[in-house]
Nanobody, 123 residues
Framework: QVQLVESGGGLVQAGGSLRLSCAAS????????MGWFRQASGKDREFVAA????????DYADSVKGRFTISRDNVKNTVFLQMNSLKPEDTAVYYC????????????????RGQGTQVTVSS
């Protein structure tokens, strides 16, 4: 089992930045691919970003490329999402996800997910 706890969400003005963190506990964190998803009110869940266990590969949704950066610290068992140039359409609950398969994280069929953290971007 892997437990995931997100933090760092909040209210920010458009153009601002936030850094989300996801602390993992349980099985060996470094063996897992990690990712971030988001779900806005009344909308479907959306893939945001993913990172392989080694950190050597990352993928992003087109909507966040160039603005968001995913990274991980396998010593601290934490994955981060640096969000810059935030837009009102980035408003959503952001979830951290984990799976032993990178393709499962990217495809949204991951095994583990956190409770989420709210990000609200005002115009």
């Amino acid at each position: 089992q892997v437990q995931l706890v997100e933090s760092g969400g909040g209210l920010v003005q458009a153009g601002g930045s936030l850094r989300l963190s996801c602390a993992a506990s349980g099985r060996s964190f470094s063996n897992y691919a990690m990712g971030w998803f988001r779900q806005a009110s009344g909308k479907d869940r959306e893939f945001v970003a993913a990172i392989k266990w080694s950190g050597r590969r990352t993928d992003y949704a087109d909507s966040v490329k160039g603005r968001f950066t995913i990274s991980r610290d396998n010593v601290k068992n934490t994955v981060f999402l640096q969000m810059n140039s935030l837009k009102p359409e980035d408003t959503a609950v952001y979830y951290c996800a984990a799976d032993s398969l990178y393709s499962a994280v990217v495809g949204g069929s991951y095994d583990y997910r956190g409770q989420g953290t709210q990000v609200t971007v005002s115009s």
